[in-house]
Every structure is written in C-alpha cells, then in structure tokens.
C-alpha cells in the first residue's frame, strides 16, 4: 500500500475518543492519514474537545461528516471504525464493506443477530479485513494462558466480574434527544446496550472463547432484575446475572457479573481448570498441576511444589489503553500489510461471542432454557430475537 493508511472513525464519543488518541499517535509514527471523522452531534467533532481527552489529535486536513452514510460516500478510506452504540447502526458496515473498506467494528456489534449476520455476508463478499474490539485477547498474561492452555483440555472456567453502574463514565451520545435515557447512561438502559452481559460481559464471554480454543455451544442465564421503582435513577438492567456457558469441546463456564448502584468496588476472579491444572490469577499468573510421569507419586506434594509461573507480575489492566493500542496497531498493520494472519480474531470470528451473549438474555426470559447457538442463529423459533424490532 503505498504511503500510510487512511483511516476515519464513525463515532466520537467515549470509546471512540480513545481511538482517535490511538490513530493520531499512529499517525505521528506514519503508520496512518486520519482522513475522516463522522459524529451526528456537531460539539463532538470540536478539536478542542477531541484534545481534552485524545491530546496527541490535531485536526489537520481531516474532513468531519454529520453522519456515517455521508463520510462513506465522499471519504477515500483504507479502513474505518464503528464505534456507536450498538442498537444505532443501519447498514453502513455494509456499505463500507462493498466500498472494500476494511472493517473495526466495536463490541458488541450490534443487538440484533441478524443484523450481525448480514454485516459479516457483506464482508466475506467483499472479502475486506475485519477485526471486532476485544482489546483483552492482545493482554500479556491472557496471551500467556491462552499458550499454556494450547495442549491442554480446559474442563472449567469461573468469572467473577463485580462491578458497579457507576463505571460507566461520560457518554457522549445524546440519547434524551434520541428517545433513550436522560441521563445518556445508555450502558444502562435494556433498549441501548442489550442488558449488561451484552454490552459488557461480552468481553469475558470472548475471553472464555479465548483460552478455551474453543466455541460456546449452549447457554443457561438467570438474572436478577432490578427493581423498576429504581429504573429511574439506576437504568433498567438487571443488578446480577448468573450465565452457563457450555462448549463445543464439553467445558462448561460460569460468567457471574453484577452491576449494583452504590457499589463503587470493581473487581475480577477468575480461575480455570484443565484436566489436570487449575490456573490462578495471583501476584504471578500460577499453573497449580503436578507434572511427573509417574502418579500418584509416592509422596503427596505441596501445593508449592506442583506451582508453576506462567507470567510474572504485576499484571497491567487488561481493558485499558495498553491492549487498546496494541488492537489498533495491529489492525492497521494487518490491513496496511495485507495480513489477516496478524489479527486475533475478524468480525466473523466474533459472532460466536455475541451469539452466546445474546442468548443469554433469551435464556433468562425463558426461564433457564438452555439455548442451543446453532438454533439460535438460525432456527425458525428464535428468528422473533434475532431481529431488530419493527418500530412502526
Ligand atoms: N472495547 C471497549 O473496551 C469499549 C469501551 C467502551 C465502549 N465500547 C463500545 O463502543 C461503542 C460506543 O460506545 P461509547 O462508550 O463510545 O458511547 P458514546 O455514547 O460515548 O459514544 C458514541 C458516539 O457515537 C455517536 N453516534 C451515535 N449514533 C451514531 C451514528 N448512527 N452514526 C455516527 N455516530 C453516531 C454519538 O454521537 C457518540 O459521539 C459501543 O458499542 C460500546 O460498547 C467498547
């Protein structure tokens, strides 16, 4: 390709600000062109108030669209990202795949599988490069356990991630014009984000994929709704989910994820199971498997002495700007290069991920029913969920 990538983003708010930090620090290194940004609410495109929260952007000559349609339309792109909530996309992914752009759509890539499924045909017909944002596969230690788990079975996975609404942040869309909440907490709100494990938990459900090398087959969910006198103040998701994931290989997961008010405590657990190990998250990353050749052995051994450090310590934050950047960087040198072997997973790879998440939610209304993905992506039962609803 010759001179760098040019590159435009749809959608600058929170998310997609740190992404415009990334481009632009790319862009100071020639990896990139910003060319394009696209944002429907004019203040969002200020350069000042880009700067305050990606300070290494410059406008420069980057032309700024109302909206996606028009930067697709009239912008020379090499590559785009979708970075809007994901009950607001209306066939641009297709359009730009059929324009060969290549594609970074955020997570989760919409609420509406079918919707999914039809961006993911346009890109394998353009056969455009894809990537989805989950930044925490690029995570050193997660890396490191997904290597240690290569030759091995994983038998069980537990997360643990409790985690409160408060951590939502500044959101920048301005959903009280929009019919959504008015408070723009649209991670909140059921309608917006899909309930909490959709917009949220997905990540861990991908890190599950991750170090199991494998595929989510069924799901089991429970959630504990919120009460609706605190809809108001607190959005409408349900304050706990209890999900069962079963996999193709026969592991099973449990995904355990809260979203209380008030509760200003974030915190992860997680611990996985091989068929002889039990991998611990300490001040290391710690393999607990004894690994002699004859067993039992004669002497029961220490906890200690069967320990083994897969990465030391201190582990860094596996959502934060590190693997963000690193996502980025390496999405820009697959397209740049040509490489799709570069990539950790595309945008077809990642509709297992937001298959599994949205069946949860089908699985909590119906009870538990454990919801077959084959069945849910494409049996006649489940086509009422799959589709955006009709609003007219
Ligand atoms: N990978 C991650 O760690 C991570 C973190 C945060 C958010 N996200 C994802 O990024 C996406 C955006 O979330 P956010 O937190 O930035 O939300 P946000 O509301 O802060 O920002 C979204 C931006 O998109 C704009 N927008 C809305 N509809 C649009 C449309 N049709 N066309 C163009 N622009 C439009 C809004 O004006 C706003 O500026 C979501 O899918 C979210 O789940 C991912």
């Given at each position: 390709m010759a001179g760098p990538l040019k590159v435009g983003i749809v959608g600058v708010g929170q998310r997609g600000l740190q992404h415009v930090e990334h481009l632009s620090r790319l862009q100071a290194e020639e990896e990139?062109?910003?060319v394009a940004l696209a944002d429907p609410f004019p203040e969002n495109l200020e350069e000042q108030s880009i700067q305050s929260r990606a300070?290494?952007?410059?406008?420069?000559d980057a032309t700024l669209y109302g909206s996606a349609g028009e930067m697709l339309r009239e912008a020379d792109l090499d590559a785009v990202w979708f970075v809007i909530p994901?009950?607001?996309?209306?066939?641009e992914i297709e359009i730009a795949a059929e324009r060969g752009i290549a594609i970074f759509a955020e997570k989760p890539?919409?609420?509406f599988y079918d919707e999914a499924a039809s961006q993911a045909e346009a890109i394998r017909r353009a056969g455009v490069l894809s990537t989805a944002g989950?930044?925490?596969?690029?995570e050193p230690w997660y890396v490191a356990l997904r290597e240690y788990t290569a030759d091995k079975a994983v038998t069980s996975i537990t997360m643990v991630h409790a985690g409160g609404i408060?951590?939502?942040?500044?959101?920048?869309?301005h959903t009280e014009t929009m019919g959504g909440p008015g408070n723009r907490m649209?991670?909140?709100?059921r309608e917006w984000s899909g309930s909490s494990v959709v917009e949220a938990g997905i990540h861990q459900t991908d890190l599950m994929r991750y170090w199991t090398h494998d595929e989510i087959d069924w799901v089991q969910a429970a959630y504990v709704e919120r009460d609706p006198s605190l809809h108001e103040s607190?959005?409408?998701?349900?304050?706990a989910y209890t999900v069962v994931y079963g996999f193709k290989r026969g592991a099973v997961a449990n995904l355990i994820f809260t979203r209380p008010a008030r509760v200003y405590l974030n915190e992860r657990y997680d611990y996985v199971l091989t068929t002889h190990s039990q991998v611990k998250f300490e001040d290391d990353l710690v393999a607990y498997g004894y690994v002699g050749d004859?067993?039992?052995?004669a002497d029961r051994p220490d906890a200690s002495e069967v320990r083994q450090v897969l990465a030391r310590g201190p582990?860094?934050?596996?959502?934060?700007g590190a693997n963000s950047l690193e996502l980025d960087r390496r999405f820009v040198e697959a397209v740049a290069q040509n490489?799709?072997?570069?990539?950790?997973?595309t945008f077809e790879s990642s509709l297992n991920s937001l298959a599994a998440v949205l069946a949860a939610n089908v699985s909590h209304e119906l009870n538990g029913e454990r919801i077959h993905l084959e069945e849910f992506t494409t049996g006649e039962r489940f086509a009422r969920y799959r589709a955006r609803p009709d609003k007219s």
């Open positions: 990139v062109r910003l300070p290494a952007y410059r406008q420069g994901p009950n607001q996309h209306g066939g890539q919409t609420l989950f930044q925490m596969r690029y408060e951590g939502h942040g500044v959101k920048y869309t649209w991670t909140a709100n607190e959005g409408d998701n349900p304050t004859t067993y039992p052995p582990q860094g934050d596996p959502m934060g490489r799709p072997d570069l990539l950790k997973n």
